[in-house]
C-alpha cells in the first residue's frame, strides 16, 4: 500500500521532496517570460550598475559635464549588445557588437570632425586619439583632484566604462555568474576610493550596490538556481535570514574597517578611503599637496643641516605652465643639463648674494625631484644621474629618484630689501614667456580681484605686496577641510574662482591665487612645490668645512607651495601669501604682516600633536616632534576603546552565531506546534524537522530516501539515544510518537474535528507533560547524555543542521562548458568500448 500525501507541504528541512522546477541552460530564456524580455532587462540592470558606480566620479572630475558622454555611451554599448541577442545573435557578435558600438559611440563624441561620415575612424582619428591620451596622461600625473573634464581625460573613462560594460555582461549573462560581476563594478569604485577625500562617496555608492542588486534578482529571475527555488518555496524565513546576513556583514564593515590596513579613518562609504598602495613617503608635485597635508602621520621624513642663520625652504620643483585648468610643471627635457657639480641660472642680480651650505639626508622620501633650498649652485654626493632646468633650476633624476640619497647642497641667498625691490621698474625681459602667459579663461571674480586690490600701487613690488596682504587679511582662513566639503579642492580657474568666493583654502589656493592675479598684473609668476621651514630635532650633523652645524627637520606635513614673481634686475622673489604657515620674508613683512602674526603654525584639525606656534622670528625655533611631548586627543583612546570593544563583541557574535541561529529555529518551531494544538492543522511538520536536525546535530544523519518510519527506527536503535539492544525509555518513546503524529497528519484521513490538528485528535496530547516541546526535551537530553564531548561541543556550537543549511545557501561554481579534453577522452572511451564489443562477438561466433 502507497502513501500519499494529502497536501502540497514539502517535508522538513533537509528532505528533498516534490519536483525540481527544471533549469534552463544559461544564458537562455527561461519559460517564464518571452525571449524577448531578458535581453532588455539585463541590459538595463547593467547599465544601471556601471552609471550608477560612475556617479563616484564627481569630485574625481570637477562638475557634472562629463557625466553626460558617460551616461550616452554606457547606453549605447549595453542596448546595442541587447539588440543582438534579442535576434538570438551568437555570442562572439555579441561582444563584437559591443566593441563596434563604443567604438562608433567614441568617434561619434571626441572624433566627429576627423572620422568618416562622423561615425567610422580615419587615420586622423587615430592621430587625434594618441593627442587626447597624451591629455589625459599628463591629467593623471600632473593635475590634483578633482580636475576639470578635458576632452582626453573624459574620452578615457568613458572608453573603460564601456569595456567594463561588456565584461559584465558577458559575467552575468553569457557565463551565468552574476556574483562575480561585482568585481567589475568594484573596479569602477576603487578609483574615486584612492583618489577623492571624501572617497566613493554616497551617489557612487548607491548607484553601484542598486545596479548590482539588479542584475543578481534579473540573473536568478531569469536563469533560476533549482536549489534556490526549491528552498524558497520550502523555506519561507530565507529572506528574514538574508537580511540577518546583510545587517552582519554591514555591522562587519562598520567595525573592522578602521582597523585594516589601507583605511584612512572615516565612516563607510564617505569617510573611508582606499588606500591599498600605503601612506605616502614624499611629496610629489604631480598630486594634490591637500593629500600630504591630510596625512594624520608625518611620513617621507627628511633631515638637513645648514649654515644658514634660519632654516630654509626646500623646493623640489617648479609648476609654472598655467592653461587655465590646472599649473603644471614644464620639465624642458631638451633644455635639460646634465650633472649637478655646476648650476647656474644665467641671470644677474643687483642684489648681494649670500653662499649656505645644506647637507640634506632625504631618507624614505621619493620622489623624481630633488629637494634643496633656492638657488643651488652645486650638489655633491649625489648617487645616480640627474639633470637640472636652467630656467627654474629644479633637479631631476634621470635614472633615480631622491630615497635613501645624501648630499651636500651649496646655495646662494640674495639679501633682498624693500628698497631694492620697489626699485626694480624695468620691463622685463629675457625670460620664457609661459611666466607671462594669462588664461583666456580667467573668471570675472579674478580679475576684478586682482584689478581692485591693485588698484592703488604704482610699481610691481607694491602691487605684489598688495595681492599678499589681501591674501593674507583676516578675511581669509587657513582650511585644509572648507575645499573638499566646498568641491574646490584644486588649483584651476574655477576652483580659484570658489576659493575667492569663500575665501577659506590651503597653501596651493593661495599660492595659485596670487600667482594668477601677478600675471594678470604684468608680473611673470611661477609656484614652487617644496617643504616650508623644518623643526629643530635638537641635533648637530658635523659637515666636511663647516664644523657641527644644527639638524632640522620636514615630513609631510610640512608639504607647502608658494608663489615666486620675478623682478628686473633682481631675479625671481619668493613670497608667502598663505596664513599661518611658513615664514614671511623680511622684505614682505613690513607691509603684509601685521604685528604677532602666526607663520608656522598648524592650525587645522586634522593634524594630530599640534604643536605652538611662534611670532616671525629671524631664527627657527625648536619646536616639539610629533608625539613627543604632546598629548593625544582626549578622545583618542577612548575611540580606540570602543573600536577594541566592538570587534571582540562582533567576535563574540560571530562565533555563537551557529548556536544562535539554531537555538532561534528550535524556539520557532516549538512555537508552532503549540498553537497547533489550539485547532491550527501542521503542527506535526516542524516538530518533525525539529527531531531530523536534532539527530543530524548528534550523528544520526537522516537520509535523502528514507522514510519517516525507517529513520525512526534507526534513530531510536543507535547508541545516540542510550544503549543498543535495551529497553526503549522514555527518549524512545517521545520520538516514536512524534513520527506517529507526523504519519498521521502527513498521510493520514484528513481531520476538521476543532483540536485534532497536530495530535491526531488524541485529548492526552494536549497535557504539558505528553506536548511537543516535552517530547523534544527528552529526546534533546537523552542525545546529550549520550553523545561524546566533541560531539556534545559541535551539536551545541557548530550544529550540522545549520552548518550544512548555510553551505546550500552559498553560491556553487556551475559547470557552463565541458572542457574539450573531458569530451575528448569520452569520445576515446566510447570508441574503445565499441571496439571491444566487437572483438568479443568475433571471439563468440
Request: charged content about 15%.
Amino acid at each position: 500500500m502507497t502513501l500519499a500525501p494529502n497536501r502540497s507541504t514539502g517535508s522538513s528541512a533537509g528532505t528533498g521532496g516534490g519536483e525540481r522546477p527544471t533549469v534552463p541552460a544559461p544564458g537562455t530564456p527561461s519559460r517564464r517570460d518571452s525571449p524577448g524580455t531578458q535581453p532588455w532587462v539585463m541590459a538595463t540592470a547593467v547599465a544601471v550598475a556601471v552609471a550608477g558606480a560612475a556617479l563616484g566620479f564627481n569630485g574625481v572630475l570637477r562638475g557634472w559635464a562629463w557625466y553626460s558622454p558617460v551616461f550616452t555611451t554606457v547606453l549605447a554599448v549595453t542596448f546595442s549588445m541587447a539588440v543582438l541577442r534579442s535576434v538570438r545573435a551568437p555570442a562572439w557578435l555579441v561582444a563584437a557588437g559591443g566593441l563596434a558600438a563604443l567604438t562608433v559611440d567614441l568617434t561619434f563624441i571626441f572624433f566627429r570632425q576627423q572620422s568618416i561620415a562622423g561615425i567610422i575612424p580615419s587615420p586622423d582619428t587615430l592621430s587625434y586619439l594618441a593627442k587626447f591620451l597624451r591629455r589625459a596622461s599628463e591629467t593623471v600625473l600632473a593635475e590634483s583632484t578633482p580636475v576639470a573634464p578635458n576632452a582626453g581625460i573624459v574620452m578615457l573613462i568613458c572608453a573603460v566604462l564601456g569595456l567594463l560594460v561588456i565584461l559584465i555582461d558577458a559575467l552575468a549573462f553569457r557565463l551565468a555568474l552574476p556574483a562575480t560581476s561585482g568585481l567589475a563594478i568594484l573596479a569602477i569604485l576603487v578609483v574615486p576610493a584612492m583618489v577623492k577625500p571624501q572617497s566613493v562617496g554616497v551617489l557612487g555608492f548607491v548607484g553601484a550596490a542598486v545596479g548590482y542588486l539588479l542584475i543578481l534578482g534579473s540573473s536568478h529571475w531569469f536563469t533560476p538556481d533549482a536549489r534556490a527555488r526549491a528552498d524558497t518555496a520550502r523555506n519561507p524565513g530565507q529572506l528574514r535570514r538574508a537580511a540577518v546576513t546583510a545587517v552582519m556583514a554591514l555591522a562587519v564593515t562598520l567595525l573592522l574597517q578602521p582597523v585594516i590596513p589601507g583605511f584612512d579613518q572615516g565612516t563607510f562609504p564617505q569617510g573611508s578611503r582606499l588606500n591599498p598602495f600605503g601612506a605616502a613617503t614624499g611629496l610629489n608635485p604631480m598630486i594634490s599637496l591637500g593629500t600630504s597635508l591630510r596625512s594624520p602621520a608625518g611620513d617621507g621624513r627628511i633631515t638637513f643641516a645648514t649654515n644658514a642663520p634660519t632654516a630654509p625652504y626646500l623646493r623640489s620643483v617648479t609648476v609654472d605652465s598655467f592653461d587655465g585648468d590646472s599649473w603644471a610643471p614644464d620639465d624642458r627635457e631638451s633644455t635639460r643639463r646634465q650633472g649637478t657639480g655646476r648650476i647656474e641660472s644665467g641671470l644677474d642680480t643687483a642684489a648681494t648674494e649670500v653662499r649656505v651650505t645644506t647637507a640634506v639626508n632625504t631618507g624614505l622620501y621619493t620622489s623624481p625631484y630633488l629637494p634643496a633650498p633656492y638657488a643651488p649652485e652645486s650638489v655633491n654626493g649625489l648617487t645616480g644621474r640627474w639633470s637640472w632646468d636652467p630656467a627654474t633650476l629644479s633637479i631631476k633624476g634621470v635614472d633615480t629618484d631622491s630615497r635613501d640619497q645624501q648630499y651636500v647642497v651649496t646655495s646662494v641667498t640674495p639679501q633682498l630689501t624693500a628698497a631694492l625691490l620697489a626699485a626694480a621698474t624695468e620691463p622685463v625681459r629675457g625670460i620664457p614667456e609661459q611666466f607671462l602667459s594669462r588664461p583666456s579663461n580667467v573668471p570675472e571674480i579674478v580679475r576684478t580681484t586682482a584689478d581692485t586690490v591693485t588698484a592703488k600701487a604704482a610699481t610691481p613690488y607694491a602691487r605684489a605686496m598688495a595681492i599678499q596682504k589681501y591674501l593674507r587679511s583676516v578675511d581669509f582662513s587657513y582650511s585644509l577641510q572648507s575645499p573638499v566639503q566646498g568641491g574646490y579642492d584644486g588649483n584651476g580657474l574655477s576652483v580659484l574662482a570658489d576659493f575667492l568666493t569663500l575665501k577659506s583654502g590651503y597653501c596651493i589656493h593661495f599660492a595659485s591665487a596670487m600667482a594668477v592675479m601677478a600675471r594678470l598684473e604684468g608680473i611673470p609668476s611661477r609656484i614652487a612645490v617644496g617643504y616650508a621651514p623644518g623643526r629643530s630635532t635638537g641635533a648637530t650633523v658635523a659637515v666636511s668645512g663647516q664644523g657641527p652645524l644644527p639638524e632640522y627637520e620636514v615630513d609631510a606635513r610640512d608639504a607647502h607651495a608658494w608663489p615666486e614673481l620675478y623682478f628686473q634686475g633682481v631675479g625671481w622673489v619668493p613670497f608667502e601669501p598663505t596664513p599661518s604657515r611658513g615664514v614671511v620674508p623680511a622684505y614682505a613683512a613690513e607691509a603684509a604682516t601685521p604685528s604677532g602674526a602666526s607663520t608656522n603654525e598648524r592650525n587645522d584639525a586634522l593634524t594630530p600633536g599640534s604643536r605652538s606656534t611662534a611670532a616671525p622670528a629671524p631664527t627657527a625655533a625648536p619646536v616639539p616632534l610629533p608625539g613627543a611631548g604632546a598629548p593625544a586627543p582626549g578622545n583618542a583612546h577612548p575611540a580606540q576603546s570602543l573600536y577594541g570593544l566592538g570587534a571582540v563583541l562582533l567576535l563574540a557574535l560571530l562565533v555563537a552565531a551557529p548556536r544562535l541561529v539554531r537555538s532561534g529555529v528550535r524556539r520557532r518551531r516549538l512555537r508552532t506546534a503549540d498553537r497547533g494544538i489550539s485547532g491550527e492543522p501542521g503542527s506535526a511538520l516542524p516538530v518533525w524537522a525539529e527531531l531530523r536536525d536534532l539527530a543530524m546535530d548528534y550523528g544520526v544523519a537522516p537520509g535523502a530516501s528514507e522514510t519517516p518510519r525507517h529513520f525512526s527506527q534507526r534513530l531510536r536503535a543507535s547508541a545516540a539515544l542510550g544503549k543498543p539492544g535495551a529497553a526503549e525509555g522514555a527518549a524512545q518513546r517521545a520520538a516514536a510518537s512524534l513520527t506517529a503524529d507526523f504519519e498521521r497528519e502527513q498521510y493520514g484521513r484528513p481531520s476538521t474535528a476543532p483540536g485534532s490538528g497536530g495530535t491526531g485528535g488524541n485529548p492526552a496530547a494536549a497535557d504539558p507533560a505528553d506536548s511537543a516541546a516535552a517530547r523534544i526535551a527528552l529526546v534533546q537530553a537523552s542525545l546529550r547524555a549520550h553523545a561524546k564531548p566533541l560531539v556534545r561541543l559541535r551539536a551545541e556550537w557548530l550544529p550540522p543542521s545549520v552548518m550544512s543549511g548555510w553551505q546550500r545557501v552559498l553560491p556553487r561554481p556551475r559547470r557552463i562548458l565541458v572542457p574539450t579534453a573531458q569530451r575528448t577522452r569520452r569520445r576515446l572511451a566510447g570508441s574503445w568500448g565499441k571496439i571491444r564489443d566487437a572483438v568479443r562477438r568475433v571471439r563468440r561466433s
